[in-house]
């Protein structure tokens, strides 16, 4: 993660430059997404996933796995799983522009009068 102060909201954005151009590192963003996957596959309701999940194991391998408890699972899940945007050249200076236009405050548009209709 950067050492950088992040993008501030519910997700937190660390931006990073490199020689390249810049670097989004979303690591809250996918410790969201992991979350929800075992949420997925844990459902008490259908198992549908999690055969689904030990029929490719099974095809894939045949190694015994350690068990790990849920929040060990996702530890690994984030570990591995890629949180990083690069964006070359001048799509960070694009992003930007765009995030401005987004994040413009519009005004709200006023109560309509019930009687005037």
């Known amino acids: 993660m950067s050492n950088d102060q992040p993008a501030t909201g519910p997700i937190p954005i660390y931006v990073r430059s490199i020689p390249a151009g810049t670097v989004l590192d979303l690591e809250a963003f996918t410790r969201l997404v992991v979350g929800d996957v075992l ?4 459902d ?24 790990f408890d849920r929040e060990q699972l996702e530890q690994e899940l984030t570990e591995r799983a890629s949180s990083r945007v ?6 960070a200076v694009e992003l930007a522009d765009q995030l401005m236009r987004a994040g413009r405050l519009r005004g709200v548009p ?7 209709s």
């Open 39 to 42: 949420d997925a596959l844990l």
């Open 44 to 67: 008490g309701q259908s198992t549908d996933l999690w055969d689904l999940l030990h029929e490719v194991a099974d095809e894939k391998t045949t190694r015994v796995h350690a068990k």
């Open 86 to 91: 690069p964006l070359y050249g001048t799509r």
């Open 110 to 116: 006023g109560q309509q009068d019930r009687r005037a």
